[in-house]
């Protein structure tokens, strides 16, 4: 005899997402959209001896399975090990804050006492007076077959911010906004007088280009994203390692701050359990790394052994 599948208890006030905004989705840019593919994997690619970690599960074992159960409800794909459980998570979660710098959820309880986890978009979302209250436009409303206006009680919502060391969400939005200012191609004026086979006057595209790329590394600067460039052409091989550092410590802080707010989570659900990583580099370990790179004491090739065994 099978199990009977959970059930929710009840249907979820909020929309996961408006179709009305799928035209103005700031992913298709391709600043924005290669800027989030690179930040949103803060868990080592790969495993292997030399970086392999070890997740404990500190509580009782029906409290451990508790716990798993979260970290596969969080995740786009179950693992099997409790390491492939908390990277997935983390990743998932990781890729959720990156798209609108918050990963929001709607906690529905099941009938069997676990939680499901419906994420929801933070867009037309304001919050008022205890209450997350929603807006629909015409578009939405009826792809949803719903009313104007949609509200739930913020008790019944979790959300995992950008942590505040790169930004906080409000700067991390700010972010955003201004990687859609430029594109690498070049001005609009510049591909319409293209399309036309005409030549601008006074226009540099070199300098452009050049211009771009120190726009973009400085508003990326606590990222420490390469813009996908690993040339030398605009900048030193110093310069690309010292970009790297700051990746591999901005990594490090994104996802402690996740792990971190997963255990807030485990707290909130009332499950008495803890998970504490064991393994993986600190963000200190990245601080040092970035302090003697500057100092000479790191060679270039220790560093890129250390950045790459991560």
Same mark, same amino acid.
């Given at each position: 005899?099978?199990?009977?599948?959970?059930?929710?208890?009840?249907?979820?006030? *909020?929309?996961?997402?408006?179709?009305?905004?799928?035209?103005?989705?700031?992913?298709?840019?391709?600043?924005?959209?290669?800027?989030?593919?690179?930040?949103?994997?803060?868990?080592?690619?790969?495993?292997?001896?030399?970086?392999?970690?070890?997740?404990?599960?500190?509580?009782?074992?029906?409290?451990?399975? &508790?716990?798993?159960?979260?970290?596969?409800?969080?995740?786009?794909?179950?693992?099997?090990?409790?390491?492939?459980?908390?990277?997935?998570?983390?990743?998932?979660?990781?890729?959720?804050?990156?798209?609108? %710098?918050?990963?929001?959820?709607?906690?529905?309880?099941?009938?069997? %006492?676990?939680?499901?986890?419906?994420?929801?978009?933070?867009?037309?979302?304001?919050?008022?007076?205890?209450?997350?209250?929603?807006?629909?436009?015409?578009?939405?409303? &009826?792809?949803?077959?719903?009313?104007?206006?949609?509200?739930?009680?913020?008790?019944? *919502?979790?959300?995992?911010?950008?942590?505040?060391? *790169?930004g906080g969400r409000r700067g991390y939005l700010r972010l955003l906004?201004?990687?859609?200012?430029?594109?690498?191609? %070049?001005?609009?004026?510049?591909?319409?007088?293209?399309?036309?086979?005409?030549?601008?006057?006074?226009?540099?595209?070199?300098?452009?280009?050049?211009?771009?790329?120190?726009f973009r590394y400085k508003i990326t600067h606590a990222w420490g994203?390469?813009?996908?460039?690993?040339?030398?052409?605009?900048?030193?091989?110093?310069?690309?390692?010292?970009?790297?550092?700051?990746?591999?410590?901005?990594?490090?802080?994104?996802?402690?701050?996740?792990?971190?707010?997963?255990?807030?989570?485990?707290?909130? *659900?009332?499950?008495?359990?803890?998970?504490?990583?064991?393994?993986?580099?600190?963000?200190?370990?990245?601080?040092?790394?970035?302090?003697?790179?500057?100092?000479?004491?790191?060679?270039?090739?220790?560093?890129?052994?250390?950045?790459?065994?991560?």
């Amino acid at each position: 005899m099978t199990a009977e599948t959970p059930q929710p208890k009840r249907p979820p006030f *909020l929309v996961r997402f408006l179709p009305s905004l799928s035209q103005s989705d700031e992913s298709t840019i391709p600043n924005i959209f290669m800027f989030m593919e690179d930040v949103s994997h803060p868990m080592p690619f790969r495993r292997s001896r030399k970086n392999s970690f070890l997740v404990q599960l500190n509580g009782t074992e029906a409290e451990q399975q &508790k716990v798993m159960k979260v970290l596969d409800s969080l995740s786009e794909h179950e693992g099997y090990s409790t390491e492939e459980k908390l990277g997935n998570a983390v990743d998932t979660l990781a890729k959720r804050i990156t798209w609108e %710098g918050r990963a929001q959820f709607e906690l529905i309880p099941m009938d069997d %006492g676990t939680t499901f986890f419906h994420d929801v978009t933070t867009k037309r979302l304001f919050r008022f007076m205890g209450f997350a209250i929603q807006y629909l436009a015409p578009k939405d409303r &009826k792809f949803w077959k719903g009313t104007a206006l949609r509200w739930a009680p913020l008790s019944s *919502l979790w959300h995992i911010d950008v942590p505040h060391e *790169l930004g906080g969400r409000r700067g991390y939005l700010r972010l955003l906004s201004s990687l859609r200012k430029f594109g690498e191609l %070049g001005p609009s004026f510049l591909l319409t007088d293209g399309w036309f086979e005409k030549r601008p006057r006074n226009f540099d595209i070199k300098e452009y280009v050049r211009f771009n790329s120190i726009f973009r590394y400085k508003i990326t600067h606590a990222w420490g994203w390469n813009c996908r460039d690993f040339s030398t052409e605009q900048t030193t091989e110093f310069y690309n390692l010292y970009r790297s550092a700051t990746a591999e410590k901005a990594k490090r802080i994104f996802r402690s701050h996740i792990i971190s707010q997963i255990n807030a989570l485990l707290v909130r *659900l009332k499950i008495n359990c803890t998970i504490s990583v064991e393994g993986l580099p600190s963000v200190e370990d990245a601080q040092q790394m970035k302090d003697k790179l500057v100092t000479g004491e790191l060679s270039f090739k220790d560093f890129l052994d250390a950045r790459y065994d991560s």
